[in-house]
Each structure stands twice: as C-alpha cells, then as structure tokens.
C-alpha cells in the first residue's frame, strides 16, 4: 500500500516536472528506486513531490498548468455547480429556474401552463450546461483542444437555446444575461491558454480559434 501509494506520488511529481525537467524527473525515478529499496519511498516521493511544486512557477509548462487549474478550479468548476443547482431548482438566485414556475407564480396567467409543461426541458438545460461546464475543465486539464472546442460548442448552444426558451415563455433571463458574460470571459481566458500552449509546444495540438469556438 506505501509502495503503491509512494509510486502514485512520483507519478504527479514527474507530471508536475513537466517536458522541461525530463532529465530531473528521470533521475527522481532512479533515485526512488535505491529509496524504496531502502524502505524509505513514502518520504523520498512527499520531498520529490515538494520539490517539484516549488519548479512550477519556474518553467513555462509549469507556468501553464498553474493557470489553467486556476481557471478550471476558481472559475469553470464553480460554475458548473451553480448550474447544477439551477437545473435542480435549488438556486433560486436572480430568477432561478423554480422562481415564477410555482402555482400563481407566473406574471401571465396565459402563459402559466406553458411554463409548468416547459419546466422539465428547463431543467435539463440547466443540467447539460453545468455537465458540460465539468468536462471542459477536465479536458482542459488534459490539454485537449479539440475536445475543449467541441465542449464550447456544447455549452453555446445549449445557452442560446436555454436563453430561446425562457424568452418564449416570458421567463427572467437575468441569470443567462450574467452567465453569457462568465461565458465571454471564461471563451477570453481559455484563448489565451491556447496560443500559450501552442507557444510552448508549436508542433503540437490544435489551437482553438475564435471562429472554432
């Protein structure tokens, strides 16, 4: 179990080394050998794994993946939960998708069997948006961005169809209005990382373009 669980940290200590620190990380690997040998691996990987935290800001790549955790954990991740939230009628933030869909709680009397009929369509919106929020980030981890691309796509056009619906049924668009605007930044951001990782690894991957996303 030590043993097992000592490898799976020399494997994220390489990962963490990235391209760059290839000659490093062979010799860790080496050197992680004669220690577990020595019955002293759990140690030797936390102060492989310690060290090579510390090269992160140290090295392009490393530079790379920081960010992109950043924005996958303090922005795509988030996100998808409070879609996730909306879809399960448990937000109820700026007109979230339960708010006006209750008995009598629509403004137009007219529409109120519309809305009660569309509630279920709603929901699943609400609910491919935050599962499709959760892949982007992991394939944005991954590097991915082919599969990045086809994600924003996903996520695209299920907002404007969400955004259609709610219009039709004279629904508060006010969330989608301030999830469009996450969307533009988090499109901004995801760009960036693009050409940076294509300035890194130029014969490698396909930068996503605006016209492709």
């Known amino acids: 179990m030590i043993e097992a669980l000592s490898r799976a940290l020399m494997t994220l200590a390489t990962c963490c080394l990235g391209e760059a620190r290839r000659e490093w990380a062979l010799a860790m690997q080496a050197e992680f ?8 691996p759990l140690s030797f990987a936390c102060g492989c794994l310690i ?4 090269e992160l800001p140290r090295h392009a ?16 991740i988030p ?16 007109g979230g998708l339960d708010t006006g869909l209750g008995p009598g709680g629509s403004q137009d009397p007219y529409l109120a069997s519309a809305q009660l009929m569309a509630t279920p369509a709603l929901h699943i919106l609400w609910l491919m948006l935050g599962a499709a929020h959760l892949h982007l980030a992991w394939v944005l981890l991954e590097r991915d961005w082919d599969r990045v691309v086809k994600a924003g796509a996903l996520i695209a056009a299920a907002t404007l169809t969400l955004f259609i619906f709610m219009e039709v049924l004279l629904l508060d668009t006010g969330t989608l209005m301030v999830l469009a605007a996450e969307l533009a930044i988090e499109t901004s951001f995801i ?16 930068v996503p373009t605006t016209t492709g996303w």
């Open 79 to 94: 996100l998808a939960f409070f879609q996730f939230g909306c879809g399960l009628g448990l937000s109820t933030a700026h």
């Open 51 to 54: 060290a090579a935290w510390r």
């Open 33 to 40: 050998e004669e220690a577990n040998q020595a019955r002293t």
């Open 61 to 76: 790549e490393g530079r790379l993946s920081l960010a992109s955790h950043m924005l996958a954990l303090g922005l795509l």
């Open 191 to 206: 760009l960036a990382l693009a050409r940076w990782h294509a300035r890194i690894f130029p014969n490698t991957g396909t």
